[in-house]
């Protein structure tokens, strides 16, 4: 009989995961995702509340999931997290924010909110997970929530884009640095998900017009639409990817 290849494993059993972001929108799935396919995962979000009740609805489904708050721009502390949970098989960094204006009248204190937790945060949550990896020997998978506004312009979206892009640049750098250890550095980028940060957007019927004219299979996106996605990155389903942004954005960017 011709010896058949397998289809590595989509499964994360006796793997840990951090998530940031995790008490909402992408986030939160997120962590639902990856703990239904059974990594143990720390949930990190700045609320303490809003994130014991995701913790619970997880493991009401029998998901191991352990709530921390934190604010991932206290870098001190994201990185002693880090330390003394790690080291993490799996990071998914979803924290993050919008400040939307036109570019010609962007306030400075905006710039700086949405850069240290899009950008600065992200950077040193992937420094502190593969500092752990390499120094326990081990592969892992880093996964940055960034956007198709990554790859793309959009209208009043200056800051957010720069921040996006930003995330790309660092993706492949550290793909690049970090491949010899084992350690998979990829973003995965949604379009337009129905989620907390994004109700305003959706609330401006001009807006959600023109996100839907864009969005090549005439839907938004809810937040189901990035589990499969998540658990395909983080697993080794994905074996050989990294460097790259796995789009999920209804054919956005397609053109
Ligand atoms: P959300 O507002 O529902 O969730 C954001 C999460 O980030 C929350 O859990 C919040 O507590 C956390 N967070 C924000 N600042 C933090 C901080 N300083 N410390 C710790 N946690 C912090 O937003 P979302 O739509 O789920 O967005 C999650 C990620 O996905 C963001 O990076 C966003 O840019 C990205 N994204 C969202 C969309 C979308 O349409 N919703 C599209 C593309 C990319």
């Known amino acids: ?70 604010d991932v721009t206290d870098i001190t502390a994201l990185r002693a997290l880090i330390a003394a949970r790690g080291p993490f098989d799996v990071l998914v960094n979803a924290a993050g924010l919008a400040r939307h204006s036109p570019a010609l009248e962007t306030r400075e204190e905006d710039f700086d909110a949405v850069a240290s937790v899009n950008i600065k945060a992200a950077y040193f949550a992937a420094q502190a997970v593969a500092q752990g990896l390499i120094a326990a020997g081990k592969p892992g998978s880093l996964i940055q929530i960034s956007s198709q506004m990554g790859h793309v312009g959009g209208v009043d979206r200056a800051v957010y884009c720069a921040s996006k892009h930003a995330l790309e640049g660092m993706t492949k750098a550290m793909a690049m640095e970090w491949g010899s250890h084992g350690i998979r550095v990829n973003t995965l980028c949604p379009t337009f998900i129905l989620t907390p940060l994004t109700q305003s957007t959706f609330d401006n019927a001009e807006r959600r017009a023109w996100i839907e004219s864009k969005i090549k299979l005439g839907r938004v996106g809810e937040v189901e639409d990035i589990m499969g996605a998540v658990v395909y990155l983080a697993s080794d389903a994905s074996a050989l990817v990294t460097g790259t942004a796995l789009k999920v954005d209804g054919g956005w960017t397609a053109g």
């Open 1 to 70: 009989m011709t010896p058949l290849p397998r289809t590595p494993s989509f499964r994360l059993d006796a793997k840990t995961a951090l998530v940031t972001g995790a008490s909402s929108g992408i986030g939160l799935a997120c962590a639902a995702a990856l703990a239904e396919a059974g990594a143990q995962v720390t949930m990190l979000a700045r609320g303490a509340g809003r994130l014991e009740s995701a913790a619970a609805a997880i493991r009401a489904t029998g998901g191991h999931v352990t709530p921390q708050a934190l």
